[in-house]
């Protein structure tokens, strides 16, 4: 038993006259996901026995809807394509999957019943339509911390975060035998069909969002990260929801938030990087180490005037550690010196004024060495190379190295 298209069987002269019945499907509701046909007797058929399709009956098939015809609980005919069919109890199913590919078969392989009856009616016959539009609207939060490898910092974070997830019925031959079963209205979203589902996905975010990580992808950057996020997801649920006939269409994360704990170690880690690129701020830090080390020192015993008298001797040093990492950032000598005598501290003197050969203005040449003051290298003929353009910052305009990431005045990223 098969269903022929209404353009071919109107011309047939045994079904030319049998429009006896007249199945159809109203558009379904969003969340409406399965829908038994409803049948309007027509004609000379107006006693008809509920759940028998009459041979020769018209079917109408609507956009975004998938019609399955099932006899006796099992799968015998179905169609992808809109369109009005007719029903004939004499043929082999003629299946027409449309869009869906033809995977379909194989499912009508493992869950239909290839068979006809000689045209007597078997004892139950039902006709359903599948919503085959994108399932919408399935909010999702984390109730516990995910942890996610943050590829910016090379830790591990602990993240809170929520969005939707769009999915849609690819496989409606898989997804009437895994929930469908004989319904005799529709088979909706309701409360338990969501609980189930979240619960499937919570447990399929995790291991996608570790392989997102694996990709280079931030924890601030999941947001933007839709494609990868949907892919990842879609993977982890193939051996559930893909078996259920069921597919992740899309995942949306509106927002990514560390836990407190996390956010600390990631300002921790900011603030280690931004005085790791700046020597004088490494300068500021071992000044105001020294100085709480020896204030300490003060207070144990040996008394306070030899804590003190340290504390005056590694202040001047911290202050000449600061100066040096300073002047090497500018790539300058340090003015004086401390000299050490007998265990003393003498008063720093000032060295003799090293007086530095006159270089010519100009670039070395990334080739040969030699110093390029014009266009091109008089040696080699090489480009004079560009000159780094200057970086300021964007928040409180202080001028920036131009390798610089952060800004050394108030740490924004650059």
Known sequence: ?????????????VLADQWLEYIYCERMEDN???????????????????????????????????LIVVSDGKIIDFTAEAGQYTF??????????????????????????RFTTGGVAPHDQRVYFVNTRLIKGNKFGTTTPIPFRDSEFGMTVDIRCYGEYVMEITDPLA????????????YVIDESFKDTFLADFLQALQPALAKVAMQKISYDMLPG???????AVK??????????????????????TPTEESAEMIKSAQGDRLYAMNPAMQGARANAAASEALVEAASNEGGAMTGFMGMGMLNQGGAMFGANMSAQAQNTEPMNTMNVVGGGVETPVAEEQKVEETKPEGV??????????????TECGTKKPEEPKEKFCTNCGEKADSNAKFCMNCGTKL
Request: hydrophobic share 35%; with cysteine; aromatic share 8%.
């Open 364 to 377: 070395a040449c990334p080739n040969c060495g030699n110093i390029i003051t014009a266009n091109f290298c």
């Open 1 to 13: 038993m098969g269903l022929i298209k209404a353009a071919l069987a109107a011309g047939s002269s």
């Open 32 to 66: 409406v996901l399965m829908r038994k046909g409803v049948s309007k007797k027509e004609g000379s058929n107006t006693k008809g026995t509920d759940n028998i399709i009459t041979n020769g009956s018209k079917i109408v098939v609507g956009e975004d809807q998938f």
């Open 235 to 256: 993977e982890c649920l193939q051996d559930t929801w893909g078996s259920q006939g069921i597919n992740v269409e899309r995942v949306s994360i509106a927002s990514a």
């Open 175 to 186: 997804f009437y035998h895994s929930y469908g079963g004989n319904i005799e209205e529709d």
């Open 225 to 231: 990260a839709v494609t990868e996020i949907s892919a």
């Open 88 to 113: 004939d109890q004499g043929t082999e199913p003629s299946m027409f999957y449309g869009g869906f590919g033809k995977g379909l078969i194989e499912s009508f392989k493992k869950f239909g019943e």
